[in-house]
């Protein structure tokens, strides 16, 4: 069972909003695929909301001018490190904190004149993968995993997103588990992968007890040396990469606007 249901709009813009870069494409919908070269301009600094969005309107102008762009008209979705609770943003990692507070959605909708809507970044990497990566097909729960800075997570059952779930902050052993378990972590502590290794199969047990997840989807740079590490897990939970690399923002970004 595939979990594409709706058809949607089979071509859509997406934005994705991270500390260092803004990077925005064209996507094709009905393969999860970008047409054309992704564009993207430094994340300005300090990154205020006005400054993002004038940056994001920069993006959206120059990707209407090619000639398969959507319609002038047609949502964008946009991806935002953040908590994004009904358009808020409820937190801000690696942007300015004024972003706290800030309706996301209504700020990108003023300054591109079209609806906009705004998700978790990592949500938008799950959503992609669900659809288009290692997750299509997979009923019951998918936890996508990004290993990164901290850890990002994303839950989808049956096809459906359950937004916000930041198990990067359960605290294990005392401890915040991005504080251990991330890649930033591994790095800062100098750990070779057998150490690693130890540290996530602590946080993936723990996480398998409370979801009893269909399957593990691993995601971040990290997932490239998934050989170094995934085969000393020893979980029941199937556990596999994510295929949508780079470009899952944008892509999970450009789908959730044509489904929303």
Do not use: C
């Not at 199937?238 to 295929?243: L, R, V, Y």
């Amino acid at each position: 069972m595939t979990h594409s249901a709706s058809t949607p709009t089979p071509l859509a813009i997406g934005i994705d909003i991270g500390g260092t870069g803004i990077k925005g494409g064209i996507v094709d919908l009905s393969i999860g695929k970008l047409i054309g070269e992704r564009v993207r301009i430094d994340t300005p600094q300090p990154a205020t909301p006005a400054a993002v969005a004038e940056v994001v309107a920069r993006i959206v102008a120059e990707l209407d001018a090619r000639g398969d762009a959507p319609g002038s008209g047609t949502p964008v979705g946009v991806t935002f490190p953040a908590i994004i609770h009904r358009g808020v943003a409820r937190s801000a990692a690696n942007v300015d904190k004024s972003w706290i507070g800030t309706d996301v959605d209504a700020l990108f909708t003023e300054q591109l004149g079209r609806p906009v809507h705004v998700m978790n970044d990592a949500d938008a990497a799950g959503l992609a993968e669900v659809h288009f990566g290692a997750g299509v097909g997979v009923d019951g729960t998918v936890l996508v995993i990004t290993l990164g800075t901290g850890i990002g997570s994303a839950l989808i059952h049956n096809g459906v997103l359950v937004p916000n779930l930041e198990l990067g902050h359960l605290e294990i052993d005392s401890v915040i588990a991005e504080a251990r378990a991330s890649a930033s972590a591994r790095e800062r502590d100098d750990l070779s992968w057998d150490e690693y290794a130890v540290r996530l199969q602590r946080f993936f047990s723990h996480v398998e007890f409370l979801f009893s997840p269909t399957l593990f989807i691993i995601g971040g740079g990290i997932s490239k040396r998934a050989d170094d590490y995934l085969p000393q897990l020893s979980i029941a939970t199937p556990i596999t990469t994510a295929k949508s690399k780079n470009n899952a923002g944008i892509v999970g970004a450009a789908l959730q606007s044509a489904l929303s």
